[in-house]
Nanobody
Framework: QVQLVESGGGLVQAGGSLRLACTTS????????MRWYRQAPGKQRELVASHSLSGSTDYADSVKGRFTISRDNAKNTVNLQMNTLNPDDTAVYYCNTDDTFAVYWGQGTQVTVSS
């Protein structure tokens, strides 16, 4: 059973930064794509950023230029560096990946940005 554990959420003022981390229970190199999603109250879960084994990354338009996703194979971790945060970034952030057997989600970490 694959487990994803997120950390790094919290409360920050607008304009501030946070760094989220997601650690996998097996070698992160096993997973071709690692993703971060977020879900704000009353809204659908949306894809924020993705990182493939090839090194390619993709971002939602709303976070381009502010967020950076990276993978640390030695620590089995995928990180999301979030800069210039604004209240619209307030949400629960989830780590996600998949293989041929299943789709895996972390438990989520709350990010709250105050104005």
């Amino acid at each position: 059973q694959v487990q994803l554990v997120e950390s790094g959420g919290g409360l920050v003022q607008a304009g501030g930064s946070l760094r989220l981390a997601c650690t996998t229970s097996r070698s992160i190199s096993y997973f071709y794509t690692m993703r971060w999603y977020r879900q704000a109250p009353g809204k659908q879960r949306e894809l924020v950023a993705s990182h493939s084994l090839s090194g390619s990354t993709d971002y939602a338009d709303s976070v381009k230029g502010r967020f950076t996703i990276s993978r640390d194979n030695a620590k089995n971790t995928v990180n999301l560096q979030m800069n210039t945060l604004n209240p619209d970034d307030t949400a629960v952030y989830y780590c996600n990946t998949d293989d041929t057997f299943a789709v895996y989600w972390g438990q989520g970490t709350q990010v709250t940005v105050s104005s």
